[in-house]
């Protein structure tokens, strides 16, 4: 069974950065891409980044230039950068693997305000 680990969050200023991590573990050697999704109060979860193994990425366009996904095969972690961050960007942020869903983790709560 695949445990899902997030971390990282916080309260920022607008303009600020933050670096998310997910740790999961289990068996996950089959599975290829990892995700970052986000739910923001009233609103449905969305994915807004994702990378497969051999290092291709994908964005949503709200965060397209200022997040950047990567990740670590050997410690089975994926890391979201977000940077110049908005106001709009507060939610509790969750990774998973899209396609191939496992068990959601707690998420972690990223608060952007002045």
């Known amino acids: 069974q695949v445990q899902l680990v997030e971390s990282g969050g916080g309260l920022v200023q607008p303009g600020g950065s933050l670096r998310l991590s997910c740790a999961a573990s289990?068996?996950?050697?089959?599975?290829?891409?990892m995700g970052w999704w986000r739910q923001a109060p009233g609103k449905q979860r969305e994915l807004v980044a994702a990378?497969?193994?051999?290092?291709?990425?994908n964005y949503a366009a709200s965060v397209k230039g200022r997040f950047t996904i990567s990740r670590d095969n050997a410690k089975n972690t994926v890391y979201l950068q977000m940077n110049s961050l908005k106001a709009e960007d507060t939610a509790v942020y969750y990774c998973?693997?899209?396609?191939?869903?496992?068990?959601w983790g707690q998420g972690t709560q990223v608060t952007v305000s002045s």
């Open positions: 998973n693997f899209p396609g191939e869903f496992v068990s």
């Open positions: 289990g068996s996950i050697f089959n599975l290829n891409v």
């Open positions: 990378m497969t193994r051999g290092g291709s990425t």
